[in-house]
């Protein structure tokens, strides 16, 4: 087996490795997913922590840390109460972090400022979808992980057309087209057999499917930028195939405060 296939197999193993445990978590119950949640959380500050360190070390980055995660783990559990109002502050270091200079995104309050408004918020909000019922949770993970999946086959054995090759090279047309379709049949399994679209209007589900392939596709871009500009290639090494929690967790962490008031808002 050559390396690009072994990849793709490590990859696909971990992947379903990571999804018995979100499942497991699911169907134990909602303090289970928030503990999932959780562990999530901790993990991808440890992560951002460490590469905030190694570019800036020193005594106002370690305080900024301390804040940083201690207003993180309050977000986190008091998310109903203020996500409302740290989601603008997320959108905004969000598309600083893509489009800012890269000098002041390695800054440590810029690393504390998008731990607490995106990475801390996305935990949040995740855990919040699972707490009257499971439907929300399972809409958005199986989405986003067939866009994924079949992005990444499509775009290796057809990919063509660069699209972002500065931020993210191996993203390609043909792979956003693959992930799309992929989009579309996870959209027929939450109809037909996990039912848990089964009943909602076409419109809304066209909505979700738009939402998918516009935001799950940033968010994977945003991270990509961030690392860019941090000068690091993976966020870590924790999940074979994959690289760090960040690097698989990057687009559900941004998405899922965006994904859940899509769902509160729409009938």
């Known amino acids: 087996m050559d390396r690009a296939k072994r990849e793709v197999v ?3 193993l971990t992947l379903i ?29 440890l992560e951002l922590v460490y590469h905030y360190r190694s570019v800036r070390p020193g005594r106002y980055a370690n305080v900024l840390i301390v804040v940083a995660v201690l207003t ?4 986190f559990l008091e ?14 270091l969000a598309v600083y972090a893509f489009w800012g200079p890269a000098h002041q ?20 909000c995740l855990s919040l979808m699972a707490e009257n019922g499971i439907a929300p949770v399972v809409t958005f993970l199986l989405l986003l992980q067939l866009n994924d999946a079949f992005g990444l086959l499509a775009g290796k054995r057809f990919g063509r057309t660069k699209l972002f090759p500065r931020i993210s090279p191996n993203k390609t047309l043909e792979g956003y087209i693959g992930g799309a379709l992929g989009v579309l049949a996870g959209i027929l399994l939450l109809n037909g057999w996990i039912h848990t679209l089964s009943g909602t209007s076409v419109g809304k589900q066209l909505l979700i499917v738009c939402f998918i392939l516009v ?7 945003l991270f990509s930028a961030l690392k860019r500009k941090l000068g690091i290639k993976d966020f870590g090494n924790l999940l074979p195939g ?9 687009n559900i962490l941004f998405g899922a405060p965006l994904f859940a008031l899509l769902w509160g808002l729409l009938p």
């Open 215 to 221: 935001f799950g596709n940033f968010g994977d871009l």
């Open 72 to 75: 993180s783990a309050v977000l």
């Open 10 to 12: 490590v990859r696909g």
């Open 79 to 92: 998310a109903e109460r203020f996500a409302v109002y740290v989601l603008p502050i997320g959108l905004a």
């Open 17 to 45: 490795a990571l999804q018995n445990l979100t499942c497991l978590a699911l169907w134990i119950g909602y303090p289970a997913f928030r503990i999932y949640a959780a562990l999530v959380l901790a993990a991808g500050l």
């Open 242 to 250: 994959h690289g760090g929690i960040l690097d698989r967790y990057d």
């Open 105 to 124: 995104v390695r800054s440590p309050t810029f690393g504390a400022l998008f731990a607490v408004g995106v990475i801390a918020l996305g935990a949040g």
